[in-house]
């Protein structure tokens, strides 16, 4: 089995590890990169005594299947024209060589999900991936009664024995429940009682999980040097010139003298590899042009100096072609004075989901496409002059949701009762975040736009059947397509896929989708086929995308070491191993 398509793995010296073929070992020997793996295992010897205590389980993750939530091998990289710090997938750096050997092949590109700048990161270390614990299935917590034992639940990070190897351990989503069919549709997933008594709906997500599994559009914190002498090209920009002013870079005020409404759009303004090419070379990149968003992750930039010869692996850094609609926009709002309104409007497919709040009250009121959804309004903590929030607003799964210093004023959110389920892109698509102040005097900063999560058809396959020709190789004629809506919309997508689920069994989907061997791309080896006796152990007549009940391990619930981080002077002992280095706290976190 490919580690490339997600499995956890144990870290070397935990007891009970599972047999390994000799290719297994060797690989995972060559992941430890002289011994740092162990190193790091005996730095946090004594958290494994303590959680050992109550049935926790340790894993190493060593593949990108469920990045961006939990990251397997990778490098982790500056942008040297934005300074965003992004990830990319380097588990191919540790695949052994058909021969037995090493290959000692680097990931040498890496592309910035932020700016699109493409930067050689051959000399870059590639550390290990996130190791995590997990707690086993069925556990009853001590000191914890009142919680009751542990199970998993849909939307839950799993792991489990994959049914065809039951001795390699998979980790993976839990999406599909048992006596329900799941379906996966232009990127969105909806399940339907197996019985055909009830319609297919949206599976919703608790707004941790959601969060969780957002990956980044923009950073406005992190504009590309390269254009930050020209206007044309930011990304933020008044809809009306002089609508809304820019006193200091990435801070955004609202004309005083402007009646109405003021609105700023965010215009996704990325530059293919044709404009970084010009700019390199000292000269123009061209009239900017808004494109649709997609499902775009630095993560899969990897590309190894042999891939240039590789059509479909060389476009990687640019061919990651499925629309998104579904975002969450974020910013720092300072009220400098009460009174006025504020408005955040997030489209998808022309439809536009809105947070309108009067800074007066501090009321909040939810819409979408003009009219209003769930309560009336909602108390917010915008009251008060010269106070910076945190603001956030969703528009994710036909929920909207806000957020205000970290509070929920509308819950869990309010799904729109008019949602009308897969829908393709419109011009509206190409600004689809926008931000509108009537007679306010409030400023906005840190703006952050970030997608859901697309959960393709096929792993590896785009989703739709006439997409070929020049955008599939040619990046300019790609880029061209993202920036005309009426020409995307002629795309065809595949038919949706059902997966019927028994009772006693479940549906596993990794995060990220485009590259993660998960439910989809599984088969039945294990299943004993009677015109073949020499095959299969199984006569349950599983589909190839359940996992029974009985193979699941447990649920992942933090991750205890990500990576140590290097710091000033980075002395290179090692290809991968760079001093002094420190554990990387910010990066331990729980699991969503």
Known sequence: MSSRWGRASRPAGWGGARAETGA????????????????????????????????????VIPTGSMAPTLMGRHKEITCPECGYVYTVNADREAEPDPRGGDTHHRITWGTCENCRFEVNVATAPSFSGDRIYVMKQGLSLPFFERAGQVRLRRWDVAVFKLPEEPDIRYIKR???????????????????????????????RSVEHQQAMQVMVYDDRHRPAALAGDPAWRRWAPAEPGAWTEPVAGRFVPAASAEGWSELRYRHLVLSPEQWQAIR????????????????????????????????????????????????????????RPGGRLRLDLIRAGRVGRCEIDLTSGEARLSCGGRPVGQPAAATRLLGPGEAHDLTFANVDGRLTLWVDGELPFGQGLCDPADPGPAAPTADDLTPAR?????AAVAIEQLVLKRDAYYTLEPSEPDYTNLGGDARFDSSAFFRLLSEPEQFRRLVCREPRDYPIAAGRYLMLGDNSPWSRDARAWGRIDQIDRSRPDRGWDDSGRASWEVPEGLLVGKAFCV?????????????????????????????????
């Open 24 to 59: 297994e070992r060797a690989a995972e020997v060559r992941r430890s990169r002289g011994g740092r793996d162990s190193i790091e295992s005996f730095v946090i010897v004594l958290m494994a005594f303590l959680l050992w205590s109550i049935q926790a389980e340790g894993f």
């Open 435 to 439: 931000i509108s102040a009537e007679g």
């Open 281 to 336: 070379q000292g000269r123009s990149p061209g009239e900017p042009r808004p494109r649709l968003i997609t499902d775009y992750s630095s993560y899969n930039t990897d590309v190894m100096p042999h891939d240039r010869d590789a059509p479909l692996r060389a476009a990687r850094p640019w061919f990651q072609p499925h629309w998104v609609g579904d975002l969450t926009l974020s910013m720092r709002l300072t009220v400098s």
């Open 174 to 204: 839990l999406v599909g429940m048992p006596d329900e069919v799941l379906r996966i549709q232009v990127g969105d997933v909806w399940v339907a009682p197996k019985s055909g008594t009830g319609p297919f709906v949206r599976p919703l």
């Open 560 to 592: 205890y070491w990500p990576h140590l981080q290097p710091v000033w002077p980075r002395i290179r002992l090692a290809e991968d191993i760079c001093l002094p280095a420190f554990p990387y706290i910010e990066h331990m976190r729980w699991i969503r």
